[in-house]
């Protein structure tokens, strides 16, 4: 008898501070290592360049991992980069991160998602 176990928001808050990165995607919690190290090249060059450009331009601001972006109780997933437009700031939380809409790309037959394109709510 299969007992299929949904995690929730809550479960992803008493996670281990393990040095592991932890989302919850459709209730499976999902556990990953950390970047390697062509990874985080990758990533600190694209933030240089997206932060110089929203900067320079005052659009708004850049967020790196770990940011929680909460679509519902059973997805939390955390970007390695986000961009949030100064007209919704103020759906920032200090507490839970960021609440949103999403619309999720796959692979076909992939678990996790290729690219996903966020809305925010309100």
Do not use: W
């Amino acid at each position: 008898m299969n007992v299929e176990v949904k995690y929730t928001y809550e479960d992803l808050l008493s996670s281990p501070n393990d040095g592991h990165q932890y989302e919850v995607f459709e209730g499976e919690l999902i556990m990953t290592r950390a970047p390697n190290r062509a990874h985080q090249k990758a990533h600190v060059n694209l933030i240089r360049i997206l932060a110089d450009y929203v900067v320079k331009r005052q659009l708004s601001e850049i967020y790196s991992a770990p940011f929680d972006v909460y679509f519902d109780d059973e997805t939390v997933v955390q970007p390695d980069i986000l961009f949030i437009a100064e007209k919704r700031l103020h759906i920032i939380d200090n507490q839970k991160g960021i609440c949103a809409r999403r619309e999720i790309f796959r692979l076909k037959g992939s678990l996790f998602p290729l690219l996903h394109r966020i809305e925010i709510q309100r």
